[in-house]
């Protein structure tokens, strides 16, 4: 069974720092590229990164580029992402997502079970 | 790329068929997604390359479209197929999702 178990949210004050982490299970996860998305309470979903099988070749959406960065440790199945200068608009709920293997890249197959990042004084 | 997705929210009684609508901003051929959201809990991929079913999914979930347009229909509602739904592309990064059609019983 594909299972992606999501740990490391948590209150954070503006300006501050946060990593979470997923770890994966069911799958030989060096296979597959992996994205977060995250959906802000109450709203819609928006995608914030991607990483390749590899670890070689990462995407950022503009809203968090230059503050957030995505790795994996395909020695542990875990895949992670480090949030820094963080700002209230970057509250909400974090999941990570597999990619499945197909012709085309972007199909978000398997989603973790999210984990809420509140970033408040 | 925007996507939008009609209507906002969606009446319909058990048994009966409902239609929801997405519609791109540009042409994104048939890389589109739906996906499924129930309250508090994540996203379940559905169909994916607008008419292909993911592993689980019921026949009575089927999706259509190409280019802009894109339907998802659920033939015969069930009590646990009200929830909120999105369409995502993955045609051109950055890939984006609509805005969501919350299905509630009529």
């Known amino acids: 069974e594909v299972q992606l178990v999501q740990s490391g949210g948590g209150l954070v004050q503006p300006g501050g720092s946060l990593r979470l982490s997923c770890s994966a299970s069911g799958f030989t996860f060096i296979n597959y590229a992996i994205h977060w998305v995250r959906q802000a309470p109450g709203k819609g979903l928006e995608y914030v990164s991607t990483?390749?099988?590899?670890?070689?070749?990462?995407y950022y959406a503009d809203s968090v580029k230059g503050r957030f960065g995505i790795s994996r440790d395909n020695s542990k199945n875990t895949l992670y992402l480090q949030m820094s200068s963080l700002r209230a608009e970057d509250t909400a709920v974090y999941y990570c997502?597999?990619?499945?293997?197909?012709?085309?890249?972007?199909?978000?197959?398997?989603w973790g079970q999210g984990t809420l990042v509140t970033v408040s004084s | 790329i925007g996507m939008t997705q009609s209507p906002a929210t969606l009446s319909v009684s058990p048994g009966e068929r409902a239609t929801l609508s997405c519609r791109a901003s540009q042409s994104i051929n048939n890389n589109l997604a739906w996906h499924q959201q129930k309250p508090g809990q994540a996203p379940r991929l559905l169909i994916y390359g607008a008419s292909t079913r993911a592993t689980d999914i019921p026949a009575r979930f089927s999706g259509s479209g190409s280019g802009t347009e894109f339907t998802l229909t659920i033939s015969s509602l069930q009590s646990e197929d009200f929830a909120v739904y999105y369409c995502?592309?993955?045609?051109?990064?950055?890939?984006?999702f609509g805005q969501g059609t919350k299905l509630e019983i009529k």
């Open positions: 995502h592309q993955y045609n051109n990064w950055p890939y984006t």
């Open positions: 990483i390749s099988s590899n670890g070689d070749a990462t």
């Open positions: 997502v597999r990619e499945r293997l197909a012709a085309a890249a972007g199909i978000f197959d398997y």
